[in-house]
């Protein structure tokens, strides 16, 4: 009898041990990647305690073999568009074809593109980003997996972990302004007990409004008196103009994109209002080697019809190196010497 008991004591222990563990890792995982979450929300919109909440699902808050050997965090398979590093891991079938990532935060970042890009999930991008059950039953219909309890799993590990924190932070920081902002280079959590010292930092960095040696300042800064951000490559312009209270067709006039487009595939300038016709301090600007106009009315923030008619400028051509682009009306001694470049 007394035996008996022992082993459930000690059944009891290890139980408790196991449980305490996943919560150590849980702890750690949110501790780690929460501020990846945060500014995926900024940049696309994917609310952070959902991000968090499917991160540690599909990874095992960073303990299973797949996020260890490829930094998959979110489950996402090859799919025919892929043509990044991939690794093979039984799923569904056997040796299935997953993608792998160079860091944890590129991880993220293609999660919710993923989640942006594809049509099914559009319907859930009209939600209020703090309805996080809506968000995890739309989720669990679009077919993101094939646990039937999947939406029920998300919601208890974000009322679990109180997640929605994170949620209503990045909300906040959307009515302040404030766009993502720069994180340490982040490795795995890996197993507990040999996880990385470096981790995220977690300080808001407020935007510096300098532009030094053409590096351009986090945040919103100004170009021309204008309202400028400097936007990296994966960003949602739909989510952009939402974050900023502009009409989706409006932010694409302020910068002179003609084309529909949602995620941008370049770093670039994006104006979140209208820019000035000239240039409030200088005469001209002069042509870098590959600089094209519309590269130019963005980094002097004046708008692009306007330098066409200042330097007697056909659409489709575009000025050589070295030449002068005048950014003010009047008469200038000589025009742009103009060569027909293919800017695509």
């Given amino acids: 009898m007394r035996r008996f008991i022992l082993i459930l004591f000690f059944s009891a222990t290890l139980s408790l041990s196991a449980v305490t563990q996943s919560n150590d890792a849980v702890k750690q995982y949110i501790d780690t990647y929460k501020e990846l979450a945060i500014n995926e929300e900024l ?6 305690a959902i991000t968090l909440a499917q991160g540690i699902l599909e990874s095992e808050a960073g303990q299973s073999e ?5 930094n998959n ?6 799919k025919s568009e892929w043509t990044g590093a991939t690794v093979r891991h039984d799923d569904d079938a056997k040796k299935e074809c997953f993608r792998s ?3 944890v935060e590129d991880s993220y970042r293609d999660h919710s593109d993923f989640l942006k890009s ?3 999930y559009a319907s859930l991008f009209r939600l209020d980003p703090s309805d ?3 968000w995890a039953y739309g989720l669990k219909r679009a077919g993101y997996a094939t646990n039937r309890d999947y939406a029920t799993q998300l919601i208890k590990v974000i009322n679990d972990n109180n997640l929605q924190e994170y949620t209503l932070t990045a909300m906040e920081r959307i009515k302040n302004g404030i766009q993502a902002v720069a994180v340490k280079e982040n490795k795995p959590v890996g197993k507990l007990g040999g996880a990385s010292d470096e981790t995220i930092n977690d300080e808001t960095q407020q935007p510096d409004n300098e532009i030094i040696d053409g590096v351009y300042p986090q945040g919103e800064f100004t170009i021309n008196q204008t309202k400028v951000i400097y936007a990296t490559t994966g960003t949602s312009l739909f989510a952009l103009a939402n974050n900023n209270n502009i009409a989706y067709k409006k932010l694409l006039e302020y910068n002179d994109i003609d084309n529909k487009v949602d995620i941008l595939q370049n770093d670039q300038l994006i104006f979140l209002e209208k820019k000035p016709k000239k240039s409030i301090a200088t005469d001209y600007h002069v042509v870098a080697p590959s600089e094209t106009i519309e590269e130019i009315a963005q980094k002097e923030g004046v708008q692009l019809e306007c330098l066409y008619e200042y330097n007697k400028m056909q659409k489709g051509l575009q000025p050589a190196q070295g030449e002068k682009i005048y950014l003010r009306p009047g008469k200038p001694s000589y025009y742009p010497k103009l060569i027909a470049r293919n800017t695509k």
């Fill in 66 to 70: 797949l996020s260890i050997a490829s």
């Fill in 132 to 134: 996080y059950r809506s």
């Fill in 43 to 48: 940049r696309v919109g994917v609310p952070a």
């Fill in 118 to 120: 594809r049509p099914y």
């Fill in 73 to 78: 965090h979110f489950g996402i398979k090859c």
């Fill in 101 to 103: 990532y160079p860091t």
